[in-house]
């Protein structure tokens, strides 16, 4: 049995000597990492892993940023840097900044959403995609829009549904808005889009997954069975059969060989996408649930706010818009020195410029004449995004919100609780489904 070694004091100095220089250096990289850069903005990082996410999607009255940005905003300014969704983020409630965002996406600035978010949205999402994908995916929404307002069948689909909504609720006082402006915007939807009837079974089977999806949308991305996360994946993949079903069909029918029948009664745009677009199945159906996401959820959301801020505004208002047939658009959707380092997420907060009292005075107010100076209210005003992102389908919505209003103020007068209030979640949500009690218009 060997004796053990022993160790002169010069090697034990030494290595003394080593060991703390590696815990310094160890130290030092500790300190760096903890310690923000000069100019990054100032913020609070929040818990481990979850960072401030559960603060972030908390719910809010829509007229307002919500006790989050309130309370970071007055603590780090307009733009402070956080912890969202598994990222270091900088978030920017700043006007300047998130229009630099904007008109620089996919050059300094590339969209992003967290890696779980493409089990909901699908890896070839209009809304995830970049570069030459994102261009081909819009070229093809944006052809859907002109389709659309060109083709004389899609006026009287939005005329006769819109009719027949008012003729449905003569016998009613009361009615959930929300509710039924959804099957409205959908009915429109999946009748030009896929050409099949709301009230088909494979109608109420795309309003009952899209009522999921939505919820998942914008929830804590935890892939666990009860989570609403977990929930939207599962609704993603219904949604996708019931689109891939519709294609085996039409396939199998022969129906979509050779489209070239514009303003056939007939037509639909999943014929136009299979027949004259070169695109793959599942980029058929990421351009379908793009199209319905944005076609039918937005669209009856800015419908339920409409209504909801008409209740809630001066006579005058009800009765200037029933004299010209006009509506009010609002807003759905959520210059700086500073530096943002590789890798960080950014997050503009598009709905905190339309709320900024420094911008528009007594933003919470509902008032339709703050837009009549179009020039300029376009730079302080980004209801449909901008840049690249610009929404395709604005033209589309402002057609079809037209319609049903003008109906609308012409056949009813209406008012909601005195507790009813849109709620974001970020997503815009009423309490109960906007319940309205209505009765019919004498004049």
């Known amino acids: 049995m060997e004796a053990p070694a022993s160790f002169s004091p010069l090697t034990i100095a030494l290595s003394l000597a080593m060991a703390a220089v590696i815990l310094c250096q160890l130290l030092l990289k500790l300190f760096a990492a903890a310690t923000p850069s000069p ?22 009255h829509s007229n307002s940023i919500g006790t989050f940005l309130q309370r970071h905003c007055s603590r780090f300014g307009k733009v402070f840097k956080s912890h969202l969704f598994g990222s270091r983020a900088i978030v ?30 699908g890896s070839n999402s209009l809304i995830i995609a970049a570069g030459d994908t994102h261009r081909k995916l819009r070229n093809v929404v944006v052809s859907f829009v002109s389709w659309c307002k060109s083709n004389p069948t899609f006026l009287h689909c939005v005329d006769k549904l819109s009719v027949s909504l008012m003729d449905s609720w003569r016998s009613q006082t009361r009615v959930l808005f929300c509710k039924e402006v959804k099957m409205f915007a959908l009915s429109v939807m999946v009748k030009e889009l896929l050409g099949i009837d709301a009230n088909e079974s494979i ?24 989570t609403p996360y977990y929930k939207a994946v599962k609704a993603r993949a219904k949604l996708s059969g019931i689109v891939k079903e519709i294609m085996r069909e039409r396939k199998k029918k022969g129906l979509v060989v050779g489209v070239e029948k514009e303003g056939d009664d007939h037509e639909n745009f999943l014929d136009v996408i299979m027949s004259n677009w070169k695109l793959d199945e599942e980029e058929i159906v990421s351009v379908v649930l793009d199209i319905l996401l944005g076609g039918y959820e937005t669209t009856a959301t800015l419908m339920g706010l409409i209504v909801y801020f008409l209740a809630h505004s001066p006579p005058n208002v009800l009765a200037n818009l029933k004299q010209q047939h006009q509506q009010q658009l609002l807003n759905l959707i959520y210059g700086t020195d500073i530096f943002i380092p590789s890798g960080w997420k950014v997050h503009p907060v598009f709905s905190a410029i339309h709320l900024d009292p420094t911008l528009h005075p007594y ?16 730079k302080k005003v980004t209801p449909f995004g ?8 604005i033209e589309l919505a402002k057609l079809e919100i037209a319609f049903f209003l003008h109906h609308l103020v012409l056949n009813y007068r209406w008012k909601t ?9 970020p997503y815009v949500e009423f309490k109960r489904d906007l ?3 209505i009765e019919p218009c004498s004049c």
């Not at 929040?46 to 960072?51: C, D, Q, R």
């Not at 609780?417 to 979640?425: N, Q």
């Open 363 to 378: 933003p919470q107010q509902f008032n339709p004449w703050r837009w009549r100076d179009d020039k300029e209210m376009s």
């Open 386 to 393: 901008g840049g690249p992102r610009l929404c395709p389908g």
């Open 435 to 437: 319940l309205l009690e």
């Open 92 to 121: 920017s409630c700043d006007r300047e900044l998130n229009m630099f965002i904007l008109q620089n996406d996919d050059k300094l600035f590339k969209v992003s959403y967290p890696k779980a978010m493409h089990g909901i949205l």
């Open 39 to 60: 100019s990054l903005p100032p913020g609070c990082m929040g818990f481990p892993f979850v960072g401030e996410t559960l603060s972030f999607l908390k719910p809010h």
């Open 203 to 226: 109608g109420s089977r795309i309003l009952d997954e899209f009522e999921t999806y939505m919820k998942g949308f914008v929830s804590l991305p935890l892939n666990l069975p009860g």
């Open 417 to 425: 609780s005195a507790d009813e209030c849109p709620l974001a979640y």
